[in-house]
């Protein structure tokens, strides 16, 4: 089946530096990836939409100069995490469409980020 | 907008119980409707998927209802087992291309010995 790789799988950073989380499709192309954040015990939080070749689209809120998504390729997608703070330390989970099989989405293991 | 709301928000039952967690959505207007499974500090795992076509779907010991002009989807989980313990959301997809998914809150199931 479709799989979604998510790297790293956990990060520490010191506040001020910048962290770079990668989404990759393995064995299908990705036009469309979906950024998410949870936080402890709650459901799954929309931050964006990343576009193939073009700009990303922000849920409103998000402050998309901290972060900065990059989608250069059918497979590639990043989220960088810019002038990182102890606020940011969340759960980072990215997506994409499958393109097959009715339009599932498949999700990568998700990423820890904690600033300290 | 879109509101997907889960019950019960958390749930223990001793193992080889049947059980039922639903899902209900407020715009019937839907793609299709996943159920995932999260299990602690993990990505989520698809379980099923239903095409707003369907009215159920079945892999294993669970089955998959929707009903999308009540908005409501249930997950059945039948013979509960302790590896069935995790977080179960339900997601549901708007129309258009690569449209987003609206999630659930989320329900907590632990399956005791």
């Known amino acids: 089946g479709a799989v979604v790789s998510q790297h790293p799988s956990r990060v520490i950073c010191k506040s001020g530096t910048s962290v770079k989380i990668e989404c990759r499709s393995l064995d299908f192309q990705a036009t469309t990836m979906f950024w998410y954040r949870q936080f402890p015990k709650q459901s799954l939080m929309l931050m964006a939409t990343s576009n193939e070749g073009s700009k990303a689209t922000y849920e409103q809120g998000v402050e998309k100069d901290k972060f900065l998504i990059n989608h250069a390729s059918l497979t590639l997608s990043t989220l960088t995490v810019t002038s990182a703070h102890p606020e940011d330390s969340s759960f980072y989970i990215c997506?994409?469409?499958?393109?097959?099989?009715?339009?599932?989405?498949?999700f990568g293991s998700g990423t820890r980020l904690t600033v300290v | 907008k879109q509101e997907v709301t889960q019950i019960p928000a958390a749930l223990s039952v001793p193992e080889g119980e049947n059980l039922v967690l639903n899902c209900s959505f407020t715009d019937s207007a839907i793609y299709n409707l996943q159920w995932f499974r999260q299990d602690p500090g993990k990505g989520l795992t698809s379980l099923l998927l239903?095409?707003?076509?369907?009215r159920e779907q079945t892999s294993g010991r669970l089955n998959a209802s929707l009903d999308k002009s009540s908005g409501r989807s249930t997950l059945y989980i039948a013979a509960s087992q302790p590896g069935d313990s995790a977080t179960y959301l339900c997601?549901?997809?708007?129309?258009?291309?690569?449209?987003?998914?609206?999630f659930g809150t989320g329900t907590r199931l632990q399956v005791t010995l």
């Open positions: 997601a549901v997809r708007g129309g258009g291309t690569a449209s987003k998914l609206t």
């Open positions: 239903i095409q707003s076509s369907q």
């Open positions: 997506s994409a469409a499958t393109g097959t099989g009715g339009g599932g989405y498949t």
